[in-house]
């Protein structure tokens, strides 16, 4: 089957630097996103990796290793506002929907 | 653009009501999908339409139909609910299968008593 692992909780102080990581079992592989979720909102869009390697937006920054199953989310200079929960998400079964791990809740304090 | 809308946004049913959650969306984007969240389980695709005419079970769809009843709109219909489908159901869109976002709709709030 197909899954995504990551850890449950992460915490951190503002201005820090945080990595959040995934780990995946997939049907073939077509790339890596991730997604920000904030108490009670809709989860919204940060990054995809199709490819190895670093992807850069900002604070935010997404690292792939296919050969790893591998990628993890870089949260820099982190801000009281990052505080959320964060998901991975992959292709199911090489379609185009895509399913998520259980999600990283983020706990930034000051 | 309004973007992804889903009606209604809070829903209290009995245990063996039915009742549809609709979702629209005004992007002219071809797929659809339908996801559960509950605590510590994060999003689980239920059903998801690729484009219009065609829809797909996804990871829990038991105790679930949909219908694309155009390119715009995509409903979720609960037959006879239960308890264990309380949650919190989101709606999502995307253009086209190269492009990873996702746009989610605002959720529906249902509770099955």
């Known amino acids: 089957g197909q899954s995504l692992e990551q850890p449950s909780e992460v915490t951190a102080v503002e201005g820090a630097i945080v990595q959040i990581n995934c780990t995946y079992q997939t049907s073939g592989f077509y790339g890596l996103s991730w997604y920000q979720q904030h108490d009670g909102g809709a989860p919204t869009f940060l990054s995809y990796?199709?490819?190895?390697g670093l992807e850069e937006t900002g604070r935010f920054s997404s690292f792939l290793s296919r050969s790893d199953s591998y990628g993890y989310l870089l949260l820099q200079e982190l801000q009281m506002k990052d505080s959320a929960s964060y998901f991975c998400?992959?292709?199911?079964?090489?379609?185009?929907?895509?399913?998520f791990g259980k999600g990283t809740t983020l706990s930034v304090s000051s | 653009n309004a973007g992804v809308t889903q009606t209604p946004k809070f829903q209290v049913l009995k245990t063996g009501q039915s009742m549809t959650l609709q979702c629209a969306q005004d992007?002219?984007?071809?797929?659809m999908y339908w996801y559960r969240q509950d605590p510590g389980m994060g999003l689980r695709l239920i059903y998801y339409?690729?484009?219009?005419?065609?829809?797909d079970k996804g990871e829990v769809p038991n105790g679930y139909n949909v219908s694309r009843l155009n390119k715009r709109e995509f409903s979720l219909r609960l037959e006879s609910a239960a308890p264990s489908q309380t949650s919190v159901y989101f709606c999502a869109s995307r253009k086209d299968p190269t492009l990873n976002e996702q746009y989610f709709g605002p959720g529906t709030r249902l509770t099955v008593t």
């Open positions: 992007m002219n984007h071809n797929s």
């Open positions: 998400a992959a292709p199911y079964k090489a379609g185009t929907a895509l399913i």
């Open positions: 339409s690729a484009s219009e005419g065609t829809t």
């Open positions: 990796n199709a490819l190895d």
